[in-house]
């Protein structure tokens, strides 16, 4: 069991202690170790019991529950708190915006344990009434139930990545079969609510007997049909569906099954549509299709009707960015603020993975949450990061802050400090409530400030979890491209902001974007992966990407913003 996994384990029995209204010092106990052991580089289950009540924030207690987990996988006290809450409540204490105080009271006092029964009562102005609650808390947890109820059957493609690759080998290998990987995991999109495959096979009633055989599938049979099958990967739950064609039809219904509906809707020289043509013509391959059509070979995370066809007109395809391509590292954090690595760990992952620059950039004083930095802790950090600069010759550390962007579109230090980083990532992270005029307008002040290097997760989305706040985005490139102001693709899995929808519009207008991690930890540095998915959907180009630059351009551009 890993230490996050301990942490989650930790933070949820705190979470059940709180709704059960258990001794409140004990709560605060078990949530302050949570916190800690997040930040604890040593694998805490494979220590003794001794070990680990000398570890810094981890007592006689904890150190005995984290034995108990380490040895059984589960917590006894974890399990009985969970058999007396509904398992409806337990998915209302995910929900953004309500603690367990108030699931409590609606448990309670109302008898709701379902988001459904929750949302009901908010559309019939029961929750408002409710002692804590009130019109706004009202409106606040209706937006996010209907939010959270519309994706409720999505799963993340940064959580499905590795498991879709890894089925798609024991398909290959337990059907003997030609079996390739297709639709929207295929396609890269952002969120996913099911892994689709294409089996080149010559009998389906014996393809799909086969498929019986695997323990590691379920069956739905009311959704298989004579060429497809339907079912769950029982391991991680999610679904599966499996067409069935020949060798002579592969390409065809890849090309159906891996492209988007707008890359279908395009039309050759004739006026037919992709479509009609890969129903009409059997294709064997992909790139059979494409000649067909005159094309060269698009990239299935490309196929979405959107920017293909101006990067083969601009003659662009073999320019898009590629992991191989990124040779430093923007918007990072530390144990300065929220990070669980120090500042000369996250250095030496950075050199370990090849690159050349490293651009730290801690939370600012603003985010007391996450342990911002005040003015001496900056002088304290660039004094550290002088040190390693002068220590390690094959890298350079950039100074930089995250730093929020205040109600006003200020920065939260002042310009003395301001001038003293290298690069300034400038981004929201409280009030997200603002109308879109009021949202626009903050965010342009901040892109506004010379001192403003790069525009952080521009909505502050959390896929799945919480709505962007809503933003004119074409107003917000504009300001970018006439201040000069880097966009980010934050590549944490759970973001995936900017939406590549908009990166196209900031390509045309000049603008420069960098695809950052946001690692709060070194595991995370390789986040820049899913920045890279979404931004070749978008058709973003090596030359466009700051962070695929050589170290010599980044350092000038840094200097003069440009200019």
């Keep these: 069991m890993t230490n996050q996994e301990i942490a989650d384990v930790l933070a949820q029995t ?17 949530q302050n170790a949570g916190f800690q052991i997040e930040k604890i580089e040593i694998p805490l289950a494979s220590l003794s019991l001794a070990e680990l009540e000398k570890q810094e924030g981890i007592g006689k207690s904890i150190a005995a529950k984290i034995t108990e987990l380490s040895l059984t996988g589960k917590l006894a006290e974890l399990e009985a708190l969970l058999q007396k809450t509904p398992e409806g409540v337990i998915e209302l204490l995910q929900i953004k915006g309500i603690g367990p105080k108030k699931v409590k009271s609606l448990w309670k006092e109302l008898e709701i344990t379902t988001k459904e029964e929750l949302l009901e009562a908010c559309h019939n102005n029961t929750v408002a009434n409710l002692k804590g609650f009130g019109e706004k808390t009202q409106d606040n947890i209706i937006q996010v139930l209907q939010f959270v109820i ?182 990072n954090h530390s144990t300065y603020s929220d990070g669980q690595h120090s500042l000369e760990e996250m250095t030496k992952a ?71 980083f290298d690069f300034i990532v400038a981004s929201i992270h409280s009030n997200l409530k603002m109308n879109e005029e009021k949202a626009t307008q903050r965010l342009i002040t901040a892109i506004e400030n010379p001192f403003t290097t790069m525009l952080g997760h521009p909505t502050g989305r959390l896929l799945l979890k919480r709505e962007g706040y809503p933003i004119d985005h074409k107003k917000i490139i504009d300001a970018c491209a006439a201040n000069n102001v880097i966009i980010e693709i934050n590549a944490h899995p759970w973001r995936l902001d900017m939406d590549w929808r908009h990166i196209g ?43 695929a630059w050589p170290l010599e351009k980044v350092s000038a551009w840094l200097k003069t913003k440009g200019k």
Excluded at 514 to 539: M, Q, T, W, Y
Aim: aromatic share 10%; proline share 2%.
């Design 14 to 30: 705190a979470s059940l202690m709180e709704l059960h209204d258990e001794n409140s010092f004990k709560v605060r106990s078990i």
């Design 150 to 331: 519309k994706q409720s059957d999505k799963f993340l493609y940064g959580d499905v990545e590795a498991t879709a690759f890894e089925l798609e080998k024991k398909l290959q290998s337990d059907l003997n079969s030609s079996v390739r990987l297709c639709g929207e995991m295929r396609r890269m999109m952002e969120t996913v609510d099911r892994i689709s495959f294409i089996v080149a096979a010559t009998d389906a009633s014996k393809l799909f007997a086969n498929i019986k055989t695997l323990d590691y599938l379920e069956e739905i049979p009311t959704q298989s049909g004579l060429y497809r099958w339907y079912g769950l990967y029982k391991t991680f739950k999610i679904p599966v569906e499996i067409y069935m064609t020949d060798a002579a039809h592969l390409g065809s219904e890849l090309i159906k099954h891996s492209s988007g509906a707008n890359h279908l809707r395009l039309t050759d020289a004739n006026g037919k549509t992709f479509l009609q043509i890969a129903h009409a013509t059997p294709f064997a391959s992909e790139e059979e299709f494409y000649q067909r059509v005159q094309l060269p070979f698009i990239p299935s995370e490309l196929r979405e009707g959107y920017r293909e066809l101006k990067l083969v007109e601009e003659n662009r395809l073999a320019d898009l960015i590629t992991d191989a391509a990124i040779q430093g590292s923007f918007h």
């Design 350 to 420: 950075c050199v370990a993975l090849g690159y050349t620059y490293f651009g730290i950039s801690d939370h600012s004083k603003s985010a007391f949450y996450a342990s911002g930095l005040n003015e001496e802790t900056v002088a304290k950090q660039q004094l550290e990061i002088d040190t390693l600069n002068a220590t390690y010759n094959t890298i350079k550390i950039f100074k930089g802050i995250e730093s929020d962007i205040l109600n006003d579109g200020s920065l939260d230090y002042s310009d003395d400090v301001l001038k003293s």
């Design 505 to 547: 519009y900031a390509l045309d207008k000049g603008c420069i974007i960098s695809i950052n991690p946001d690692a709060h930890e070194k595991i995370g540095l390789a986040d820049v992966h899913f920045g890279i998915c979404v931004a070749r959907k978008a058709g973003l180009c090596v030359d466009q990407t700051f962070n």
